[in-house]
């Protein structure tokens, strides 16, 4: 009736295995507090009750162990046996009686009463003593119960004497916990704030303070999952960064590397290993300790199958369990090795990448001439130094590929002999060797794919910065179709690559089978037995030998992708730096500030031509302290070449470098602001003087702008500015230059941008009294302010023709500068015979000042859109997404077919391992022959489908990021153009090269690893429950518990995730930014400050991606201990089942497949994660993917005729125009008639609504009320491109895109070359591209870099003139263009646009006053709308004030 020797020896295993579980539990316990207890040194004594609670909670602890013990030992000495579970009773015994001990000396803030496991372990061995003493009772028969007699019995003795005493200590603890609880809420009311200082001290534990306990299991991440679970993830509730992964630290252990490798011939390679080598020796430690204790598995196995298969086994029981827990042991320390190796590595690889985004910085704000482009060094960025971090987390593959085939080897010949082992070795080599050609052509297509990725970022880059241009001239749908040309390039380089992965892939899966089918045909062969235990511990070890193979091509692809990734940051480095040139001379004290000598400067191209004009330097000038002096010439003669000669940007070709003694600042002429206030970009780095800084926005004409922005001068500026005017943006960076108090200012055409009456404003008070004991050299057209330079320089063909004082100059009839200031003198001409009925009169007002007013949406808009973050979305990826994506692809499909291969795959690998392991538990079950050939046959069916299943997941990876790249391209293109006033560049640039390289290689290979690893960790589940169908219990536990986790990390990782993505963009924008500007942060001195700030942006970015890597091990680190703990289950099953209810074969099976369990389940929640946060790129592609679109390019039903419009008549009709609907009106019912074939200039100051007309016209917003009708025609009625293509357009910021000549004159190939000479000459272009051999071909640079501003405006004048349209809208077409030149565009536009009707926006008087009428805007109504003429006899108008305010200016002195 009592319990059998099988049933008991069941019982006292559980009982062993409890007992060590409780030990662990309350040994972590002590470790862990014992850890804090350090950090805290703060101790917290208990109250009178609970210390005499505690000292008889101790008293029967220690009685407790001394019995324990004292019964084990009588045990042994009477039966000559050791029972496990009366050991481990009493070593458990001990240990609580330590934590008892430990718990009342050291009574920490978490310890005010006796520790939860101290407890759990009462009740659990209050339980045991409880049955033993009731089996005993029923032994003794109840009814004539001899109490002595029952005593008489030791272990009934033990359960007596316990019992009573542990139920005493569980009341005692209920007594103390209740007080306690009493004493808590006493402390918590008397002194409330203390116990949120407890949580903010817990929080506080980051991993740089956190104890070895703590970072092996990632217990420092506490905090901030606890924090993540009750709120929405910010960067404020991340920790920094430790120390050693800032970019301050990296960046110079890199550089210090880089200086000695310099010096050793070196490469960056050795550099980055030198200076990253202390961590890669300890993770090298871990993944040694990881690769050893993974291969003692399949060691293991032969002994346990053995085991298993041996029939004696009720002697071996112990045997089996010590086999089981030497497992156990090896998998959890694998376990916690390889969370360790593989966040060690992914440190590494942070600190890699902030090394290297600093390096390229660094480097791209010095390298000057013929640098690389701003798309390559994006890339450089957002692909190359990823890929170089990503790669820290397989360099240990190189050696530990060898370590683990020679630990194979080992294990195959211990169990197979030599022969066998020695041909698996070979047909290892083989399949690697089969790999090397493919690595090879990976690396190519690899190139290949970013070469061309580069091509079309560089593309995007400049489409995403011209978009307005584009949509302006409706263009917009032939560069979106070179786009995707230039994608399906790329496309076809990553369908070839990716067919090469398949390849790879398919040959990886495959090796294990040729390998175990060549080795087991060899030992039948060499007649060398095959057992169950034999063939089980080489099928494993094939298993973990795929694991080599499998990485080698990986690795090989890695290492070439990587060795790419270097050699492009190699060349970067490389490139010649350009310091030399740099004129940092300190101040001497003398009065010569610039001495110029004879010398040659020329612009170097990447294709070592020379195009730009060479600055050739013949005679001596000495430029003294305190003189202006003026630079003057045509267009393209070499004026700003000059001034970055003397700013040393230039190299110099030949003779000597020009010297400049003192500090300098800069005014480029196409104007660079940064992001940020006005206040941070006029002070760029420099302490407050706010006397100083008043004079200055004086100076610089700013203190109006002030005052109508709602901040002041903390008012946001936008990306590049673009919520700035053109002269806004020159006011700026001029207050810049004056306050940064300088020696010597170089201004590069300071006025061109700005009205009349502003620039007479810049001269004389920025010009002639800030500055004026300061040298100034400045460039420029509008020769009225050269009179009082003490210096001109006038230049042409890009020499210095003839130099001296205006006096001088204007003596000699033949000159250069003569023939310029005759140009001068005939526009003047046209307006004197105004001048003197009202030059006398009119005073300038400055509320009339009409500078131009580029609005572009900003001033209206800038309250709603101002510093807008990126848009994230929260919570879980939603299912759409994921759906999405899948049935992107041929609508979903091939999916089925997909999971049909891996299942069958799955399905014929598992019935081939059984079968070989089946018919060799027995000689003679089946002939060899027949065991060879039905294994073969399973094995390359299993290959077959493998094939098929690598094939087309290549096809639908493909076809899926196509769908998805074209689907978001194509949404931008027709997003409106306030979308790209809100909404940064970079943010489009990393979604079309990160996000997009993500889900071209990376998202759908592991999607499909997620569903086929849960395929194969099922079909092991199933294995396992065929044995044992008490597995299938403890597995729903362990996957419910698993959940659980993963529900519990997934909401702080996601977020982590997304800040990952999010807080790359300011990175990439910054290095935007400054490329732009790096010529003024040089010349500034400013490149500390610069440096600092992109150490502080990748700071913020490593601090984001170090814990979103830790706490993917966070997870893993639990939940493989739970599955480590199932397999621990499992083999105690096999080995406590009778030996006739399993078979063998599948036992053994079981535990071969169970090897590789932890590994799977790892690789499956590691997968679900990863997945969730890679696929976080798809939605950021989707939300560009849903943009509202503008209004459709052409309606069918209402299309204009082909000849519209005839006459071009425009009629504007209440039109009323609000940007945002909680904005100002902008145009409040602007009512008037532009006559078909007239000029019309378009006047009034900043913020009149000029530009927003020109956009009412173009239908770049819409009006809110009112119509505009052309030739009759309601434009709101028909298509965008049937609209736009029928206007011409020059705007403000002349446009040039990276080509030729020939493109950019005619984007959309419509004319003939003859046509575009003749235009060419029309707006004297063609001399200058004559002087190019290859003509039209000519290149031109990313943004006409090559070209000068004057020269960019006459390319848009002649790409306006090719068109013929009838309607023009001409923005400040001439304003960087000289006096000469001007004129004979003005003459050339009169006769061209004669039969058309031409709306000038403009502030240079010559400009509109000979239109036919002129338009005053004033706050967006019409103040005056007339014929110049009418009124200019009106005194008192705005119009004929500006005209006086010209005269004024521009007449000699």
Known sequence: MFPSTSTMAIVDTLLVTANVAFFYAIL?????????????????????????????????????????????????????????????????????????????????????????????????????????????????????????????EDDNIVGVVSLPMLLLLLCLN?????????????????????????????????????????????????????????????????????????????????????????????????????????????????????????????????YFVNFLVDDNSNSSIQCGLILAFIFFLSKTLESLSQRQWYFGAQRIGIRVRAALMTLIYSKSLMIKCAGPTHGKIINLVNVDVERIGDFCWYIHGVWLLPVQVILALVILYINLGFLPSISALAVTILVMVCNTPLANMQEKLHSKIMETKDTRIKMTSEIMKNIRILKLHSWESTFLQ???????????????????????????????????????????????????????????????????????????????????????????????????????????????????????????????????????????????????????????????????????????????????????????????????????NILFGKEMNKDFYESVLDGCALHQDINMWGDGDLNLVEERGINLSGGQKQRIQLARAVYNDSDIYFLDDPFSAVDAHTGTHLFKKCLMQLLSEKTVVYATHQLEFLEAADLILVMKDGKIVESGRYKELIACPNCEFVRQMAAHEETINQINPWHEENSISCRPLQKNQIEVAEENLQESISNWKRNKEEEAETGRVKWSVYSTFVTSAYRGSLVPVILLCQILFQVMQMGSNYWISWAAEQTGRVTKGMLMGTFVLLSGGSSIFILGRTVLM???????????????????????????????????????STDQSTIDTDIPYRLAGLVFALIQLLSIIMLMSQVAWQVILVFLVVFAISIWYQAYYITTARELARMVGIRKAPILHHFSESIAGAAT??????????????????????????????????????????????????????????????????????????????????????????????????????????????????????????????????????????????????????????????KIGVVGRTGSGKSTLVQALFRVVEPLEGKILIDGVHISKIGLQDLRSKLGIIPQDPTLFLGTVRTNLDPLEQHADKELWEVLKKCHLAEIVRQDPRLLDAPVAENGENWSVGQRQLVCLARLLLKKRRILVLDEATASIDTATDNLIQKTIREETSECTVITVAHRIPTVIDNDLVLVLDEGTIAEYDEPDQLLQNNTSSFSKLVSEFLRRSSPK
């Open 174 to 302: 209920l007594c103390a916990r209740e007080e306690q609880h009493s004493t808590d809420m006493e402390q918590l009311l008397v002194h409330p704030g203390e116990e949120d200082n407890d949580d903010d001290d817990e929080d506080g534990e980051n991993f740089t303070n956190a104890g070895i306990w703590s970072q092996l299991t990632f217990r420092w991440l506490n905090p901030i999952f606890r924090k993540g679970r009750v709120q929405k993830l910010e960067l404020s509730h991340i920790p920094d960064v430790p120390h050693s992964e800032t970019a301050e630290n990296a960046s110079s252990l890199l550089e210090e590397s880089l200086r000695k490798q310099k010096l050793e011939g070196g490469s960056l390679t050795k550099a980055i290993t030198n200076s990253v080598w202390k961590s890669l020796a300890l993770n090298a430690v871990f993944a040694g300790v990881n690769t050893i204790a993974s291969y003692m598995g399949p060691l293991l196995i032969t």
């Open 28 to 152: 972590i316990w002590l470790l862990l507090h014992t850890l804090r207890q350090s950090k805290l040194q703060r101790a917290v004594f208990l109250q009178q009750g609970p210390k005499f609670f505690s000292i008889i909670t101790l008293l029967f602890n220690f009685i407790l162990t001394l019995l324990t013990i004292a019964f084990a030992v009588h045990e042994y000495r009477t039966n000559k046996i050791v029972r496990y579970s009366s050991v481990t009773f009493a070593l458990t015994w001990v240990m609580a009686s330590l934590v008892s001990f430990y718990s009342m000396k050291k009574t920490t803030r978490d310890n005010k009463r006796f520790p939860f496991v101290l407890v759990l372990w009462w009740v659990w061995a209050s339980i045991i003593e409880a049955i033993s003493v009731s089996i005993g009772l029923m032994k003794n028969n109840l009814e004539y119960l001899d109490f002595w007699n029952f005593l008489s």
């Open 1081 to 1238: 942060i040089r010349c500034f001195n400013q490149e500390q400050i610069f440096m600092t700030k992109i150490k502080d942006l990748v700071d913020e970015y490593s601090r984001v991606a170090f814990h979103n890597y830790a706490t993917m091990e966070w997870l893993s680190v639990r939940i493989n201990f739970l599955f480590n703990l199932v397999f621990y289950f499992v083999l105690i099953i096999l080995v406590t089942l009778p030996r006739s209810a399993i078979d063998p074969s599948l036992a053994g099976l079981v535990a071969t497949y169970g090897l590789n369990l932890n590994v799977l389940q790892a690789w499956v929640i590691w997968n679900l994660c990863n997945v969730e946060n890679k696929m976080i790129s798809v939605e950021r592609i989707l939300q560009f993917s849903s943009i509202p679109s503008e209004a459709p390019l052409i309606i069918q039903d209402c299309r204009p005729e082909p000849e519209w419009p005839m006459e071009g008549k425009i009629e504007l009709q209440n039109i009323h125009i609000q940007y945002d609907p909680a904005g100002p009106m902008v145009l409040k019912g602007v009512t008037c008639t532009f006559p078909g074939q007239k």
């Open 954 to 992: 290549a096809v639908v990876a493909v076809e899926t990021a196509q769908r998805l790249f074209h689907g978001m391209i194509t949404s931008v293109f027709r997003a409106p153009v306030s979308f790209f006033d809100t909404t940064p560049s970079s943010r489009i640039l990393s979604r079309s």
């Open 482 to 680: 070179k786009l995707l040309q230039l994608r399906d390039t790329e496309k076809s380089w990553l369908q070839k690559y990716l067919y090469t992965c398949s390849a790879v892939a398919t040959l990886f899966w495959t090796s294990p089978t040729l390998v175990s089918v060549v080795t087991f045909g060899i030992c039948i062969l060499v007649n060398t037995e095959l057992t169950a235990a034999t063939v089980l511990s080489a099928l494993a070890t094939f298993r973990i030998l795929q694991e080599p193979i499998y990485n080698l091509p990986e690795l090989i692809s890695m290492i070439a992708q990587t060795k790419v990734s270097l050699d492009r940051i190699q060349e970067l480095i490389n490139e010649e730096d350009q310091n030399q040139f740099m004129n940092k001379h300190t101040s001497k004290d003398s009065s010569i500030v610039i001495e110029i000598k004879p010398s040659e400067y020329a612009w170097e191209t990447s294709d070592g031509t020379n195009k730009k004009p060479t600055i050739q330097i013949t005679e001596n000038l000495k430029i003294k302290k305190g003189q202006k002096v003026a630079v003057c010439g045509s267009v393209g003669s070499g004026k700003s070449s000059l001034l970055c000669c003397m700013l040393g940007e230039i190299p110099l070709v030949s003779g000597t470098l020009i010297k400049v003694y003192g500090t300098r600042s800069y005014v480029p002429q196409s104007p660079w602001i940064q992001s940020g206030t006005i206040r941070e």
